[in-house]
């Protein structure tokens, strides 16, 4: 998002950002935005999804483990060593922010997140480390 662009806030309108404050230290701390409340401008591309928290909070802060093919190759062996077709990219673990009302998941609980997929709580989670 950047002054003179326009985006679609997923699940609702579109926006055009005109101007930005920013802190003592340099990070944004004011976005002022116009709002298109019927959608006049069609957008290609530029959907924007957010994850709220309440004001003065910080979003929760969760590990994520983003999966990938395990192996290069369709056939795994068939042409060389298996070990040498591992893709090493098949695990990215990642910080993230998620909605509050995650912080109450439980152990073997499933959630979607919108356009990454299907997450699971796992044995390793806790209430302070999801």
């Known amino acids: 998002l950047t002054p ?7 699940h609702a309108f579109n926006i055009t950002c005109e101007k930005y404050d920013t802190s003592a230290d340099g990070k944004v701390s004011t ?3 116009k ?15 957010w994850v709220s928290a309440p004001p ?6 969760i ?10 190759v369709d056939r795994p062996g ?6 040498e077709q591992l893709n090493k990219n098949s695990l990215r673990v990642v ?5 509050p009302e995650l912080a109450s998941a439980k152990v073997d609980e499933h959630y979607q997140f919108e356009r990454l997929g299907f997450f699971y709580v796992d044995p390793s989670s806790s209430p302070k480390k999801l």
């Open 56 to 61: 003065g909070k910080t979003p929760l802060t």
């Open 95 to 99: 910080q993230a922010y998620a909605n």
């Open 4 to 10: 003179g662009k326009t985006v679609r806030l997923l």
């Open 78 to 83: 068939e042409e060389g060593n298996y070990l």
């Open 63 to 72: 590990t994520a483990r983003l999966y990938e093919k395990l192996f290069v």
């Open 31 to 33: 976005v002022y935005c």
């Open 35 to 49: 709002v298109d409340l019927n959608n006049k401008k069609k957008l290609k591309k530029g959907f924007l999804h």
